[in-house]
């Protein structure tokens, strides 16, 4: 028998396929013109979560995308992981929790305004059978267009117009204040801009939360700045478990987990943002959490584990069973 190389594997799938097309007996099927929904539920106690993918990203990327390594080193890992050197995978997954009194929402995905392949959560709402208009709490973790943008359609529409909007107190000054937007270069003014687009004209239905206090029963908001000045994750509490809500503390586990000192070009603050990326995957890792990662392949979550040079992110297996 020949040694299995990808060659050998092309010419015999080239011989089964003349087989196939020869059997009179094989059926046509139609092909598919949608991809299935992409929802994910799981317990934490007595709270049901539910996953919600609003799709992906290609992030152009260039030799500047990380402040302090070597692009050939960046390119390796892109390499490792499978990836483009030239854009970086960006995938969206939001969380819906049922506290059983309420329904929250925590971040909101891209409203269909950042990349034609996202925009999706909203029919993924749907698919999971939970109306726009149940939603009674959104809590943000920090103002980047692909954490805000869902809370309007490109009409200016609020899609969940029910729901209390909660934002990190320190978010909201650091972006909100005009001084900070003219000084801002500018390949950052449309973030401050869209900011402004998002939130001035329903200012007075946002109320502003300290990182660090509980916003829901069970939802406890934990200051982890450094992507931006107010950026923040949770950790969800019911019975004897729990789940930390990573946000944006690394983006594409491949690239930031595995690599925890890089500093992205995004993050505001490139050394605290490290900082705080370690002393989180730290405890995560140290205490085996259950963890969920808003730029995580989808659904998004599952375990860390310390390696000699970063962390390595096990994706959960899917239970057919809640
Ligand atoms: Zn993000």
Known sequence: MPALTRRTLLAATAVAG????????????????????????????????????????YRPIT?????????????????????????????????????GSKLV????????????????????????GIDPHAVDQIVISHFHPDHINGIKDKDNNLIFPNAEIMVP????AFWMDDANLNAAPADLKPTFLNQRRIFT?????????????????????????????GHTVFAIHSGDQSLLVLSDTAQHPAVFARHPNWEAAF????????????????????????ITGYHFPFPACGHLIKTATGYEHVPIEWQTNL
């Open 18 to 57: 003349v087989a196939a097309s020869a059997d009179p007996a094989a059926a046509a099927a139609p092909l598919a013109d949608k991809q299935a929904p992409a929802i994910y539920r799981y317990k934490i106690g007595a709270y049901q979560l539910t996953a919600l993918y609003d799709g992906i990203w």
């Open 63 to 99: 030799d500047k995308f990380i402040r302090n390594a070597p692009f050939a080193d960046v390119e390796h890992a892109l390499d490792v992981a499978f990836m483009p050197h030239d854009k970086l995978a960006t995938p969206f997954t939001a969380l819906v929790v049922n506290i």
């Open 105 to 128: 929402l925590i971040d909101t995905g891209t409203g269909g305004q950042i990349s034609p392949a996202a925009g999706e959560l909203r029919d993924n709402l749907v698919a999971a």
């Open 169 to 172: 107190a320190p978010e909201w």
């Open 201 to 229: 004209d329903i200012a007075k239905q946002v109320t502003h939360y300290q990182p660090g206090k509980e916003v829901a029963p069970g939802i406890v908001t934990l200051p982890a700045p450094g992507h931006t000045p």
């Open 267 to 290: 993050d505001v603050d490139g050394p605290e943002a490290v900082a705080t990326r370690k002393k989180i995957f730290d405890r995560a890792a140290a205490d085996r959490m259950l």
